[in-house]
Protein backbone atom coordinates (compact mmCIF):
# COMPACT_ATOMS: atom_id res chain seq x y z
CA UNK A 1 0.00 0.00 0.00
CA UNK A 2 0.88 3.67 0.13
CA UNK A 3 0.96 6.36 2.10
CA UNK A 4 0.03 10.23 1.39
CA UNK A 5 0.58 13.43 3.22
CA UNK A 6 -0.37 16.78 1.57
CA UNK A 7 1.12 19.77 2.61
CA UNK A 8 1.25 23.37 0.88
CA UNK A 9 -1.96 25.16 2.20
CA UNK A 10 -2.82 27.77 3.60
CA UNK A 11 -4.30 31.13 3.34
CA UNK A 12 -4.17 33.25 -0.32
CA UNK A 13 -6.30 36.31 -1.56
CA UNK A 14 -8.30 36.01 -3.73
CA UNK A 15 -6.53 35.82 -7.42
CA UNK A 16 -2.96 34.27 -5.99
CA UNK A 17 -1.48 30.73 -6.07
CA UNK A 18 -0.58 28.14 -4.34
CA UNK A 19 0.90 24.88 -4.91
CA UNK A 20 -0.01 21.97 -3.12
CA UNK A 21 2.13 18.99 -2.88
CA UNK A 22 1.04 14.96 -2.20
CA UNK A 23 4.45 13.06 -0.51
CA UNK A 24 3.86 9.07 -1.24
CA UNK A 25 6.15 6.41 0.56
CA UNK A 26 5.47 2.56 0.73
CA UNK A 27 4.94 1.32 -2.56
CA UNK A 28 6.31 2.08 -5.94
CA UNK A 29 4.75 5.94 -6.81
CA UNK A 30 4.44 4.91 -10.15
CA UNK A 31 2.03 2.24 -10.17
CA UNK A 32 -0.61 4.54 -9.17
CA UNK A 33 -2.74 6.83 -10.63
CA UNK A 34 -3.68 9.87 -8.42
CA UNK A 35 -6.43 12.37 -7.91
CA UNK A 36 -7.04 15.56 -5.93
CA UNK A 37 -10.33 16.23 -4.25
CA UNK A 38 -11.73 18.75 -2.40
CA UNK A 39 -14.01 19.46 1.03
CA UNK A 40 -16.17 22.47 1.82
CA UNK A 41 -17.71 22.95 4.77
CA UNK A 42 -20.97 21.49 4.72
CA UNK A 43 -20.26 19.94 1.38
CA UNK A 44 -19.42 16.56 -0.17
CA UNK A 45 -15.78 15.58 -0.95
CA UNK A 46 -15.46 16.56 -5.01
CA UNK A 47 -13.28 15.50 -7.74
CA UNK A 48 -11.13 17.99 -8.96
CA UNK A 49 -7.89 16.64 -10.99
CA UNK A 50 -6.67 13.47 -11.90
CA UNK A 51 -3.25 11.94 -13.66
CA UNK A 52 -2.29 8.95 -14.83
CA UNK A 53 0.61 6.50 -13.32
CA UNK A 54 2.81 8.18 -15.62
CA UNK A 55 1.88 11.65 -15.55
CA UNK A 56 0.80 11.76 -19.21
CA UNK A 57 -2.89 12.16 -18.90
CA UNK A 58 -4.93 14.32 -17.30
CA UNK A 59 -8.34 15.43 -16.36
CA UNK A 60 -9.85 18.14 -14.51
CA UNK A 61 -13.03 19.26 -13.36
CA UNK A 62 -14.57 22.32 -15.49
CA UNK A 63 -14.53 24.72 -12.80
CA UNK A 64 -10.65 24.15 -12.32
CA UNK A 65 -9.69 23.94 -15.96
CA UNK A 66 -7.00 26.62 -16.94
CA UNK A 67 -6.58 27.40 -13.45
CA UNK A 68 -4.62 24.70 -12.20
CA UNK A 69 -2.71 22.36 -12.75
CA UNK A 70 -1.89 18.34 -11.48
CA UNK A 71 1.50 16.95 -11.96
CA UNK A 72 3.94 14.36 -10.95
CA UNK A 73 7.23 13.88 -9.95
CA UNK A 74 7.60 9.94 -9.87
CA UNK A 75 11.64 10.36 -9.00
CA UNK A 76 10.41 12.31 -5.93
CA UNK A 77 7.32 10.17 -5.24
CA UNK A 78 5.62 13.15 -5.15
CA UNK A 79 2.46 15.06 -6.79
CA UNK A 80 1.52 18.61 -7.11
CA UNK A 81 -1.81 20.96 -7.61
CA UNK A 82 -0.60 24.14 -8.81
CA UNK A 83 -3.57 26.48 -8.48
CA UNK A 84 -3.66 29.78 -10.63
CA UNK A 85 -6.49 32.64 -10.12
CA UNK A 86 -7.68 31.17 -6.71
CA UNK A 87 -11.06 32.08 -6.21
CA UNK A 88 -13.35 31.85 -2.61
CA UNK A 89 -15.30 29.15 -3.95
CA UNK A 90 -11.87 27.41 -3.84
CA UNK A 91 -11.72 26.99 0.11
CA UNK A 92 -11.51 23.66 1.14
CA UNK A 93 -9.44 20.95 2.52
CA UNK A 94 -7.97 19.28 -0.16
CA UNK A 95 -7.25 15.73 -0.51
CA UNK A 96 -5.15 13.74 -2.46
CA UNK A 97 -5.76 10.03 -3.06
CA UNK A 98 -4.01 7.04 -5.95
CA UNK A 99 -5.32 3.98 -7.19
CA UNK A 100 -4.53 1.47 -9.21
CA UNK A 101 -6.02 1.33 -12.61
CA UNK A 102 -5.77 4.09 -14.37
CA UNK A 103 -7.94 7.92 -14.00
CA UNK A 104 -10.94 8.12 -12.22
CA UNK A 105 -13.49 10.90 -10.67
CA UNK A 106 -15.08 8.73 -8.21
CA UNK A 107 -14.01 9.12 -4.66
CA UNK A 108 -14.81 5.57 -4.42
CA UNK A 109 -12.53 4.84 -6.95
CA UNK A 110 -9.37 5.44 -4.89
CA UNK A 111 -8.13 3.45 -2.09
CA UNK A 112 -5.85 5.67 -0.51
CA UNK A 113 -6.29 9.23 1.08
CA UNK A 114 -3.92 11.55 2.70
CA UNK A 115 -4.64 13.52 5.63
CA UNK A 116 -6.10 16.56 3.64
CA UNK A 117 -4.41 20.48 3.90
CA UNK A 118 -6.37 23.43 4.40
CA UNK A 119 -6.63 26.20 1.37
CA UNK A 120 -8.48 29.61 2.06
CA UNK A 121 -9.02 32.17 0.03
CA UNK A 122 -10.17 35.58 0.83
CA UNK A 123 -12.02 38.24 -1.40
Known amino acids: QVQLVESGGGLVQAGGSLRLSCAASGRTFSMYAMGWFRQAPGKEREFVAT????????YYTDSVKGRFTISRDNAKNTGYLQMNRLTPEDTAVYYCAARIGGLAIATTSYDYWGQGTQVTVSS
Open 51 to 58: ISESGGNT
